[in-house]
């Protein structure tokens, strides 16, 4: 009869043991997830800080690396970097280089270091992309807002299609360099076509 109760109590021990081992290790491992994501999309928009899902990343680097020091200082003197006026921000680029080796140094990633950091991969035909939708988005708006203005109170006039026309002239020689550019001014002018007021 001791022996089963001996079996028993032991059967117990050693589930309940492994089950408290497995809930740390999952929460250990959810852990240093979260903050390999955070690393793995601050890495991914070296070249373009201002990316919507660097800026929403960065602003949670607080919250995953609250026990970091050395991960929050870095964060602080980016954050600090940044709130300057827009012509004196000569740092930004290596206060975010800074956050990132801190951020590496926390996941033990001890192959990566500055010099790796650094190094960015930024193609010309990916710049000339962002640059030409930041062309058509200006465009685009710059159009509207002229239809809206000439359009108030009146119906469309012949003289409004010519400049939406003229303008989109004007761009689609930048515009064929980058095939997705193109495609996006031929959507424009369809809704070009649509609007009505």
Not at 114 to 143: A, C, H, M, N
């Amino acid at each position: 009869m001791d022996n089963i109760a001996l079996v028993i109590i032991t059967a117990l021990i050693s589930g309940l043991l492994a089950t408290i081992v497995t809930l740390i290790w999952q929460k250990k491992s959810a852990t240093y997830n979260r903050k390999m994501k955070v690393f793995e999309t601050l890495m991914s928009y070296r070249y373009m800080i201002s990316a919507e899902e660097s800026v929403k990343t960065l602003n949670s680097v607080d919250v995953v690396f609250y026990k970091h020091a050395n991960v929050r200082k870095a964060y602080q003197d980016f954050l600090d970097e940044a709130e300057k006026k827009p012509d004196f921000k000569p740092n930004i680029g290596d206060k975010y280089l800074k956050l990132l080796e801190e951020i590496s140094l926390v996941l033990k990633l001890n192959g990566i270091h500055w010099d790796d950091i650094k190094r960015v991969y930024y193609p010309d035909g990916l710049f000339e992309k962002i640059s030409d939708e930041k062309v058509l988005l200006k465009s685009q708006i710059q159009t509207n807002m002229q239809l809206l203005k000439n359009n108030e109170g009146q119906q469309n006039t012949p003289a409004d299609n010519q400049f939406a026309q003229a303008i989109v002239t004007q761009m689609i020689p930048e515009l064929m360099k980058n095939p997705e550019s193109l495609k996006l001014i031929m959507e424009m002018s369809k809704d070009q076509k649509k609007i009505k007021v």
